[in-house]
T-cell receptor, first 113, second 113 residues
């Protein structure tokens, strides 16, 4: 079985500040890791994913996440946030031959002017 | 590519009535997933299909819920009879084995009164 823990349910920050959204997972097999973003009244959109290779993965809008196997973490970071980054962010894990994703509870990122 | 299409976007029904939610996955995707999102439980996987065959329905809450995928381009999730506790946003997502990472639909917001 696999699980995901997102340590913060809400993260308020000011515009242009750096942010880190934390994600820890547990799995007995090798994992694939994902971050999704959900804007109000919309579905989830894939932000970035780690499948193999480089442990640092990046999105087109400036977010990055690093897979840390020893700490079983996949934290999401952005050096400078914008108002438009306000959304809920979900970490998810898929492992082994089990193709289904298990999602964390989500972190609401609120960027204030 | 129109993405994953769900209908209706909103559904309000009375307790005891039958509700049918519909989903059209992205052409060429061989996996289809139904998720339910609530404030209390977050995102829960209800059931998923591979090549139109149900693979795991362990998340279906009770016999009142059923899902079908008669062909590669259409799936339904039915609740009969509906209850107020079924009120949630129901998401459909699709993917393929060549490219991990789901594409979600915009969801159906179900309210049972």
């Amino acid at each position: 079985a696999q699980s995901v823990t997102q340590l913060d349910s809400q993260v308020p920050v000011f515009e242009e500040a750096p942010v880190e959204l934390r994600c820890n997972y547990s799995s007995s097999v090798s994992v694939y890791l994902f971050w999704y973003v959900q804007y109000p009244n919309q579905g989830l959109q894939l932000l970035l994913k780690y499948l193999s290779g480089s442990t640092l993965v990046k999105s087109i809008n400036g977010f990055e996440a690093e897979f840390n196997k020893s700490q079983t973490s996949f934290h999401l970071r952005k050096p400078s946030v914008h108002i438009s980054d306000t959304a809920e962010y979900f970490c998810a894990v898929s492992g082994g031959s089990n193709y289904k994703l298990t999602f964390g509870k989500g972190t609401l990122l609120t960027v204030n002017p | 590519d129109a993405g994953v299409i769900q209908s209706p976007r909103h559904e309000v029904t009375e307790m005891g009535q039958e509700v049918t939610l519909r989903c059209k996955p992205i052409s060429g995707h061989d996996y289809l997933f139904w998720y339910r999102q609530t404030m209390m439980r977050g995102l829960e996987l209800l059931i998923y299909f591979n090549n139109n065959v149900p693979i795991d329905d362990s998340g279906m809450p009770e016999d009142r819920f059923s899902a079908k995928m008669p062909n590669a381009s259409f799936s339904t999730l039915k609740i009969q009879p509906s209850e107020p506790r079924d009120s949630a946003v129901y998401f459909c997502a699709s993917s393929n084995t060549a490219n991990y990472g789901y594409t979600f639909g915009s969801g159906t917001r179900l309210t049972v009164v």
